[in-house]
């Protein structure tokens, strides 16, 4: 039950493609995460010199590299690119001689590299160090690729002919634009082709209640009757929460909505420097605030809750929280592919060095926030052949214009994180503080994990290379109460925008609990077709109450809606102080946006 990936000649996923050209690619190109250290030339220098430091394999590598390079120059047929790296696709790359053996003596390299970081796994040093060295090797490997340069790509230069050299002037055009516009990295997507609350995030709902940190939305019911209790959504503070509502039949809330769910939806604001005081107590306060208000808006006791990857860091501790508090206002809670225990082997662990971490922590000090371009930088030199280099050769090579998809436009717009909460999400990335008992504080209770007792659904998924699906199993473990456990077949945000009705998505589920081994649960999961969200609203619609008549109105005479949704703080409008006292009913216009 293992993800069917194949491998080039130099070692590495050879499932590489060009820029997005459908939805399942666009979905598949984004990568969004836990905020930890930004990546720097002496991090980069740092794990190249592990890698190269080993003299036996150096020289055995060199050795048979030289005698690879002299049966390339010969003529063979080893260190072939594989059918599915799109990079050498074109047919000067099996047909022209030259081209041929440049693109040998590159894969040939690039196995040797590859090779170099698999001797320093078999000598069992820390794993930390060990994705130190494949960051920086697959970083360089990627960027010394022959087709990344225009006289080493034949279709850009095809392409170049055959447009007389406008390909060229376009691809010029393009590179000073992202020189100016986007810190140098190559464009993902048009910015401007989407519209939140025209193209995106289209859910009919309203504002009913705004603190300085957070916006609450609650969803128009779209059924004749709801359950009684209601579900309060908690994204990530990193991206704007409407990655879960995207265009219709892309929207988690809609489909949530759809099962006769009341739904409510945290919105962060995105912070500015002069809020980098802005921590986990202050986020804390706000999932609480917002659990009062769905209570006393829809009149039930108690809350579901779902929390989305570091949404659900944030849940955890008000969780350990409300059961110290003897506060019983969460009645279930669910994770997207969210780690608690920071000691899973990941590629994130590059970037977890004392050093490196220290520097990350002393910049968000300095300006007060660490900037969404920073984090988005983070993400994609993780994967560089997907995420930087198809772009390289899209928009600066081949002169053409960036992908327009839902989930490109979101991911391209990102969001801040304030300094204190960037220390703090440092602190457990660091020295994994979340999972001992005091090891983090919030709302003045220590983080105890163990304390949270309800009812637990948490999600993985395979491919899911930030948050990988054996540490989310480890929540499992972490928790006190009745856990289920789900496997998306996807990666980190592809199983998360994954609705019902997408013939590639599967998932597994009723594993046998196995104290912490997931491999045995793998091995007596049943796989499913579809998607987990359909496994989840099975499981919370069995947590959610009664049926009864849908509200006719949002809010309530205590909350009543402030504005329709998507509200102010996604689009990085503040209200007026004076917009911020509670309106009638009629401000919002009902039920409709």
Avoid at 9 to 35: C, F, I, K, L, M
Avoid at 154 to 176: E, Q
Avoid at 329 to 337: I, K, L
Wanted: proline share 8%; net charge negative.
């Amino acid at each position: 039950m293992t993800a069917d990936v194949g491998r080039a000649s130099d070692g590495r996923d050879d499932s590489r493609g060009d820029v997005p050209h459908d939805e399942t690619d666009a979905v598949e190109a984004v990568e969004n995460g836990e905020a930890v250290a930004i990546p720097s030339v002496g991090g980069f220098l740092r794990g190249l010199g592990l890698a190269l430091a080993q003299a036996g394999p150096v020289s055995r590598e060199a050795t048979r590299l030289a005698r690879e390079s002299v049966q390339i120059a010969r003529g063979t047929d080893e260190h072939l690119p594989s059918p599915k790296d799109k990079r050498f696709s074109d047919p000067a790359w099996s047909k022209n001689p030259v081209y041929r053996r440049v693109g040998q003596l590159y894969l040939a390299a690039g196995g040797a590299a590859s090779r170099l970081v698999d001797g320093l796994e078999a000598q069992q040093i820390d794993w930390h160090d060990v994705e130190r060295a494949r960051f920086a090797v697959n970083a360089l490997t990627s960027a010394l690729a022959p087709t990344n340069t225009p006289l080493g790509n034949p279709a850009a230069l095809k392409h170049a002919f055959d447009t007389a050299g406008a390909s060229v002037l376009r691809g010029l055009k393009n590179l000073a634009h992202d020189v100016r516009h986007n810190g140098g990295m190559p464009s993902q997507t048009d910015r401007t082709a989407f519209t939140v609350g025209q193209d995106l995030a289209l859910t009919p709902g309203a504002v009913v209640h705004r603190t300085e940190v957070a916006e609450l939305i609650q969803y128009a019911p779209s059924t004749p009757t709801v359950r009684r209790r209601p579900v309060l959504v908690i994204p990530p503070p990193i991206g704007r929460y409407y990655f879960l509502d995207l265009q219709p039949g892309r929207s988690f809330v809609e489909y949530a909505v759809s099962q006769g769910l009341q739904v409510f939806m945290l919105s962060w604001r995105n912070p500015q420097p002069e809020q980098a005081d802005w921590g986990m107590d202050d986020y804390g306060r706000g999932i609480v605030a917002a659990l009062d208000t769905v209570r006393e808006i829809t009149g039930s006791d108690d809350v579901n809750t779902i929390g989305f990857c570091a949404g659900g860091i944030l849940m955890s501790t008000v969780l350990s929280h409300l059961a110290q508090t003897d506060a019983p206002v969460v009645h279930s809670a669910s994770y997207g592919v969210t780690l608690l225990d920071f000691d899973s082997e990941a590629p994130i662990g590059a970037f977890s060095a004392p050093r490196l971490l220290e520097l990350a922590q002393r910049d968000s000090r300095r300006k007060g926030i660490i900037s969404a371009r920073s984090m988005g930088t983070v993400f994609a030199w993780m994967r560089p052949d997907d995420l930087v280099f198809n772009y390289v050769i899209n928009q600066w090579l081949m002169g053409e214009d960036p992908p327009v998809f839902d989930i490109l436009a979101w991911n391209a717009d990102g969001t801040n994180l304030p300094a204190r909460l960037h220390e703090q999400f440092l602190g457990i990335f660091r020295d994994n503080t979340l999972i001992r008992r005091g090891g983090v504080s919030v709302l003045g209770t220590p983080v105890d994990l163990s304390r949270i007792e309800v009812p637990t659904f948490v999600t993985g998924a395979v491919n899911d290379h930030l948050t990988p699906w054996k540490g989310c199993y480890r929540t499992t473990q972490l928790l006190s109460g009745p856990s289920t456990f789900v496997l998306s077949n996807a990666g980190h945000v592809a199983s998360l925008v994954n609705p019902p009705g997408n013939p590639k998505a599967t998932y597994w589920a009723g594993g046998r609990a196995a104290g912490t081994d997931p491999e045995t649960w793998q091995a007596s999961a049943e796989k499913h077709t579809g998607s987990w969200w359909e496994a989840w609203a099975e499981w919370v619609l069995e947590r959610s109450g009664e049926e009864r008549p849908a509200p006719a109105d949002l809010g309530s005479d205590g909350h009543p809606p402030l504005e329709p949704a998507p509200g102010s703080y996604v689009l990085d409008r503040v209200p007026a102080p004076a917009a911020r006292e509670r309106p009638g009913r009629s401000a919002a216009g009902g039920l409709g946006r």
